[in-house]
């Protein structure tokens, strides 16, 4: 099946840093990827939707400079948490869908990165 | 506002034991997957309905979605330790949606 590599997998900075946070498809295009953050025993919240070639879509609530999205080319997306509180501590979760290959929507998610802000 | 709504929300029970996990909304989706997550790791897809009615199987996992397409159950037949985890149902709204809406999960514990 599509793979979907997310980069890297635990994180720890201190307050105020910036992390960078990596979503990969390793075996299919995709010009939408998925940013999702997940609280603990929670569902996935949808963060935004990154678009290959041109600015991506936030949800409400979410801070678009506090949660910097790159999406270069159509196998690469990157989030970037900007000056990173504790509050930003979390488990984030990106997804994929194969351009060439819609279907139904199905989703090929990555195995997701647990950032801790001291 | 969650579009998707599960129930329950946890669920323990014994190894053998039969269960089912509802995703219920009030509006229609054009499919409904499931999703099984282990802790620490990315939610995995388990199956895809689209079709009103449908019921497929999977192993001892049987699904199916709601004639009106408004719901959907995931039924587990003699639950093993090795299905403990989070399960989410996640709707497209319609046939090519660029977003899934994700349910609100229910955590499994199976104990041996």
């Known amino acids: 099946g599509a793979v979907v590599s997310q980069h890297p997998s635990w994180v720890i900075c201190k307050s105020g840093t910036s992390v960078k946070i990596e979503c990969r498809s390793l075996?299919?295009?995709?010009?939408?990827m998925f940013w999702y953050r997940q609280f603990p025993k929670q569902s996935l919240m949808l963060m935004a939707t990154?678009?290959?070639?041109?600015?991506?879509?936030?949800e409400q609530g979410v801070e678009k400079d506090k949660f910097l999205i790159n999406h270069a080319s159509l196998t690469l997306s990157t989030l970037t948490v900007t000056s990173a509180h504790p509050e930003d501590s979390s488990f984030y979760i990106c997804?994929?869908?194969?351009?060439?290959?819609?279907?139904?929507?199905?989703?090929?998610f990555g195995e997701g990165s647990r950032l801790t802000v001291l | 506002t969650q579009l998707l709504e599960q129930s329950p929300q946890f669920l323990s029970i014994q190894e053998g034991e039969n269960l089912t996990v509802y995703c219920n909304s009030s509006?229609?989706?054009?499919?409904l997957q499931w999703y099984r997550q282990e802790p620490g790791e990315g939610p995995v897809l388990l199956v895809t309905?689209?079709?009103?009615?449908e019921v497929k199987k999977l192993k001892r996992l049987t699904f199916q979605f709601g004639d009106a397409r408004k719901d959907s159950s995931l039924h587990i037949t003699a639950a093993q330790p090795g299905d403990t985890g989070l399960y989410l149902c996640?709707?497209?709204?319609?046939?090519?949606?660029?977003?899934?809406?994700f349910g609100t999960g229910t955590r499994l514990t199976v104990i041996p």
């Open positions: 997804s994929a869908r194969d351009t060439l290959r819609r279907g139904h929507g199905e989703l090929f």
């Open positions: 075996d299919f295009q995709a010009t939408t």
């Open positions: 990154s678009n290959e070639g041109s600015k991506a879509t936030y």
């Open positions: 509006s229609v989706f054009s499919s």
């Open positions: 309905v689209v079709t009103g009615g």
């Open positions: 996640a709707g497209a709204r319609f046939t090519g949606a660029n977003n899934l809406f």
